[in-house]
């Protein structure tokens, strides 16, 4: 008697652990995506507006097959090195 007991105690234990944890995927982060770190970055070095920036890296990543993330990182690259470029001419 004392198994069945056991065996219930178990499996509820595991029913409430797997809810518990498809429960907690499915909140939203309460932290920045890198992706949307990355968007602000720039449009701070470059004074663009982030849906235009957002833009530059979907095409970017679609035309020469990245994902998002190293398009990206590409495009804050070409951002602080036009930012440096920028700041040499005018010393």
Not at 55 to 81: F, G, H, P, V, W
């Amino acid at each position: 008697m004392k198994k069945n007991y056991l065996i219930i105690f178990l499996i509820i234990t595991n029913l409430c652990a797997l809810s518990y944890i498809g429960w907690k995927q499915s909140q939203p982060v309460p932290y920045k995506s890198e992706l949307r770190v990355f968007v602000e970055e720039i449009a701070r070095i470059t004074g663009e507006s982030p849906d235009t920036i957002k833009e530059e890296i979907r095409t970017l990543a679609k035309d020469n097959n990245l994902n998002k993330m190293e398009a990206a990182q590409i495009r804050l690259r070409d951002a602080i090195l036009s930012q440096n470029e920028h700041n040499l001419f005018q010393e």
